[in-house]
């Protein structure tokens, strides 16, 4: 069987993850080796919010400080990650 995913040149690979959401993006580096860091040169760094906090949690003020903080600091890391030349 041919891998023609693995013929793409790592720009379009690159183009492709820039129009997903950061968590999907990160999730395509498991499908080929060669894929494994490529998510880290992404154009455009997109964090669906609607995954992070939902009205439910922000009913509790408390959790929701404890919630954000979390997902700020995902976010800290995930730019410490990037190796885009830009945004």
């Given at each position: ?42 154009t455009r760094l ?42």
């Open positions: 069987m041919e891998d023609r995913l693995g013929q793409l040149p790592d720009e379009v690979i690159v183009s492709i993850q820039s129009q997903l959401t950061v968590r999907e993006a990160v999730q395509t580096s498991s499908l080929l080796t060669q894929w494994h860091y490529l998510w880290m040169h992404v997109n964090f669906d919010v609607s995954q992070f906090i939902t009205w439910k949690i922000c009913h509790y003020p408390r959790l929701c400080r404890k919630e954000g903080m979390k997902h700020i600091n995902l976010i800290n890391n995930v730019l410490d990650f990037h190796k885009g030349a830009h945004l």
